[in-house]
């Protein structure tokens, strides 16, 4: 496919690691921010690729893992309910709340629903006009539009049935709590392409003037990668800071505007709590207060529920690049992704799910052109 | 969930007031909703993510880039090994 299998061509990969090797005199710590990319460069091994000294820390980019375990719990206790149909991305339903998760509420006779997309929540609310239907709205920058979009088209459609779970993130206070974490040894961020799609880059000059690191907004498929590493490590070796985009393909300085104006419509900043990790504020979306009667916490009463990490699980310290997964003592025997004891074993994004997937046993990496499309 | 994949637009159609297109993802096709890109046209390419076309994939700067990969990949071989190269 176009744009996919170009990305990968490891004659040309073989190009960009020279040139990354001929620049570093010195070691530097990199942390690429979305589990997405996390999962490119394990099932890749472009961390062993690169040369020695560079590191690559994983970010806190998954939204399936940052999710708090009290959202968790608010979830399964809403898709209890009778009447209730609940609707959710898939990678949602064995994250484990407080004793069970929701392919188990499902088990239990609860009506719960994997959809691809928001807007089949709001088909299923339209098709079941006598039950509640409530969609889990999780995710980073890139996943809030379509969100926003299944919300503005309920009002527009008087769709009365149909409200939403909203734990939305988003990733510049998550690189300003990052730098300002004591233990942070983190000299420069690929930035998420993605994120970067919907958002633009105009929120990272600033950070970057005020942390002194270069911010590289980078792409998914393995060359995107190592362009991200060659681009922040030459900025490091200089000495500059500043915001660079090597995924012009699929992101201009001004986003996407049609869907920012839907994002400061539907949603407003609010501090929120991230799972393992704790409160960074202004980090999140909740509706605002024009669309607050969709709101599945109001409509159902369920804000009253806090819940605490269990102790066992250290994603908390993998999120903030301060442990790689396989350092974790449960890794790969108490907590497995059908045993998950935490979010980051459970997700297609989680850098624990990585490591069990590509990095057991000595598993070798998969070759550049092996890639799956799609 | 959070993963978008660049997709081909095969069809587009207006359906209960919303624009939608049939998007090919090298074989698998989906429905897609274009209300964020309106002026996508059929044959263009996007990042589409859960169900919503979210940018055009630009083919100008798609090539730009593979053009200066394999530029690096042509100086490298003029230099020799990059690792004896003096900087
Ligand atoms: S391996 Fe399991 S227990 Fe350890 S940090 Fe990852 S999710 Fe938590």
Known sequence: MRYLAEFQNPELARGLLDDIRAAVTRPWALMEVCGGQTHTIIRHGIDQLLPEGIELIHGPGCPVCVTPLEIIDKALEIASRPGVIFCS???????PGTGRDLFRVRGEGGDVRVVYSPLDALRIAIDNPDREVVFFGIGFETTAPPNAMAVHQARKLGIRNFSV???????????????SSPDCRVQGFLAAGHVCSVMGTEEYPALAARHRVPIV??????LDILEGVRRTVRQLERGEHTVDNAYPRAVRPEGNPAARAMLADVFEVTDRSWRGIGVIPLSGWRLSERYRDLDAEHRFEVGGITTREPAECRSGEVLQGLLKPNECGAFGTVCTPRTPLGATMVSSEGACAAYYLYRRLGSPAAPLEANPVG | MCLAVPGRVMEIEERDGTRMAVVDFGGVVKDVCLEYLPDL?????????VGF??????????????????ELGLLQEEFG??????R
Do not use: C, N, W
Request: proline letters at 7%; aromatic letters at 6%.
């Open chain 2, 41 to 49: 046209a059929v044959g263009e390419y996007a990042i589409v993510h």
């Open chain 2, 53 to 70: 076309a979210l940018q055009r994939l630009d083919e100008e700067s798609a090539l730009k880039t593979l053009e200066l990969f394999a």
């Open chain 1, 217 to 222: 907004v980078t792409g998914f498929e393995p």
């Open chain 1, 89 to 95: 991305f898939g990678d949602m339903l064995r994250v």
């Open chain 1, 165 to 179: 779970l909203v734990s939305h993130v988003r990733v510049p206070p998550a690189i300003e709590a990052v730098m």
């Open chain 2, 81 to 86: 090994d990059p690792l004896e190269v003096e």
